[in-house]
């Protein structure tokens, strides 16, 4: 897995800068209410998105929040008093504090279902009773856009995708949060080229490949012998969903 803290001076340049970032914004201002009064945005990173929901949302508090020192730093730098470093998983806020919660590219970076369990709950918790949690979901199929890259990685060991959909929405039901819509949004200039997808496997950037063993070695050589090295294949298209805490508990049938 990739180191955060080393990632962040290069994050933004590295997955496609401000054009992604409004991409993703614009999705998840879709799925919130016009009227939010707090919203918490989880994994904010270095705020890049985050700062385009507060823009999209100007009268609402936001709090945003990330467990990477060298990511908060510079979310801070974005986003002044409004970030907190914490642990998804353990969130320090009370119950029903948020209108509304947003988790982009997060689920996917936790090491195992229990964590992902853990987020979602956190993420019931901390809504208010008709708030909306919003976040990607499935984001290595997003990847996935058929071309010639995609048929050499499709031979690498297999890895568990933590951000599954229908898991995802099967751990929101069970802490009482229903589906609430969906959205799509590419992601702007992170279309793979070998030679820069070289270079992601050489850092980590693939679980199952790491870097420096015989079989990440083959894959790059396998990679480097594709043709146009340096032509971007097309973005990414990455999948939103919404999930609501219902506004009041309705009574068990019987």
């Known amino acids: 897995m990739l180191d955060y803290d080393e990632e962040a001076a290069r994050y933004d340049a590295l997955r496609g800068g401000e054009p992604r970032a409004a991409a993703a914004a614009e999705a998840v201002l879709g799925l919130l209410p016009e009227t939010v009064g707090e919203l918490l945005d989880l994994g904010c990173g270095t705020g890049i998105v985050t700062r385009r929901l507060a823009a999209g949302r100007p009268g609402a508090r936001v709090t945003c929040l990330d467990r990477a020192p060298a990511m908060t730093l510079r979310a801070a730098a974005r986003l002044p008093g409004a970030v907190v470093r914490a ?3 353990r969130l320090p806020f009370p119950d029903g504090r948020f209108d509304a919660v947003t988790s982009v590219w997060l689920l996917h970076l936790l090491p195992a279902a229990e964590d992902v369990r853990a987020v979602v709950a956190e993420c019931a918790r901390v809504l208010r009773p008709g708030g909306v949690w919003v976040t ?5 199929a997003g990847h996935n856009v058929g071309s010639d890259i995609d048929a050499v990685l499709a031979a690498r060991p297999p890895s568990a995708a933590r951000d599954a959909g229908d898991e ?16 799509r949004f590419p992601g702007v200039g ?5 030679r820069s997808t070289v270079e992601d496997l050489r850092r980590g ?15 790059a050589a396998r990679l480097a012998a594709l043709p146009d090295q340096d ?6 298209v990455f999948t939103l969903r919404a999930f609501r805490r219902p506004a009041k508990v309705e009574p068990a049938a019987g």
């Open 190 to 194: 992170q279309g793979r080229s070998p």
């Open 168 to 183: 995802v929405a099967g751990y929101a039901a069970e802490h009482g949060l229903r589906p609430a819509g969906g959205a």
């Open 87 to 89: 642990d998804s998983r």
């Open 231 to 236: 032509r971007p294949r097309p973005d990414p």
């Open 205 to 219: 950037w693939f679980v199952t490949l790491p870097p420096g063993e015989p079989l990440a070695e083959e894959f």
């Open 136 to 140: 990607t979901v499935d984001k290595a």
